[in-house]
């Protein structure tokens, strides 16, 4: 079985400010991590993955994230944030021997402050 | 490119009336998704096709949800009779193959049953 856990449903973050996202995930076999983008009525947009290369992966709009196998951690960071980064994440993993099967976090609501 | 293509955008219903939602997805992908996104959750994957197979139905209520993939391009997801509690959005992503390691989402169809 394989779960996330994102913590804290709402963030809210300066203008300029470190935005950090927590994801915490369980999998019983090593698993390909994933940060999703959903701004107000779209889709999900995807931010970075981890599959297995590099541990520090970097992605789009500035956004980076960091496998730690000890602590099954695969945290979002972004050192300053900006008023269009306003949005929802969600956390996903997927099992390396699972064919196409997310497992999507409940997700982090960010909202960026002046 | 053109995305993936997802209509109604927005659809109201009365319970116990049927409802359709259609996905067209990105040209050349053969692995297309549904998912369920309940309010203030991440998305649950409803049904994957590979091509015109559905190679994982596992958690598609069969008693009142159908889906279809004809000819393997576009797709149809069905809700007969609709319940109360089917009130989501219901997105629909597609990869090139079974596995690739991203799935393009679609806007979504938002459901209100009253």
């Known amino acids: 079985a394989q779960s996330v856990t994102q913590l804290g449903s709402h963030v809210s973050v300066s203008e300029g400010a470190l935005v950090l996202l927590r994801c915490n995930y369980s999998?019983?076999?090593?698993?390909?991590l994933f940060w999703y983008v959903q701004y107000p009525n779209q889709g999900l947009q995807l931010l970075l993955k981890y599959t297995s290369a590099a541990t520090l992966v970097k992605g789009i709009n500035g956004f980076e994230a960091e496998f730690k196998k000890s602590e099954t951690s695969f945290h979002l960071t972004k050192p300053s944030a900006h008023m269009s980064d306003a949005a929802e994440y969600f956390c996903a993993v997927r099992r390396t021997d699972s064919w196409g099967k997310l497992q999507f976090g409940a997700g982090t609501q960010v909202v960026v402050t002046p | 490119e053109a995305g993936v293509v997802q209509s109604p955008r927005y659809k109201i219903i009365e319970k116990k009336q049927p409802v359709a939602f259609w996905c067209n997805p990105i040209s050349g992908h053969n692995t297309l998704y549904w998912y369920r996104q309940n309010l203030g959750q991440g998305p649950e994957l409803l049904i994957r096709y590979e091509n015109e197979e559905a190679v994982d139905d596992s958690q598609l209520p069969k008693d009142r949800f159908s889906a279809e993939r004809l000819k393997g391009v576009d797709s149809t997801l069905k809700i007969q009779p609709a319940e109360l509690g089917d009130s989501a959005v219901y997105l629909c992503a597609s990869s090139p193959t079974e596995g690739y390691n991203e799935q393009f989402f679609g806007p979504g169809t938002r459901l209100t049953v009253l």
């Open positions: 999998s019983s076999v090593p698993p390909y």
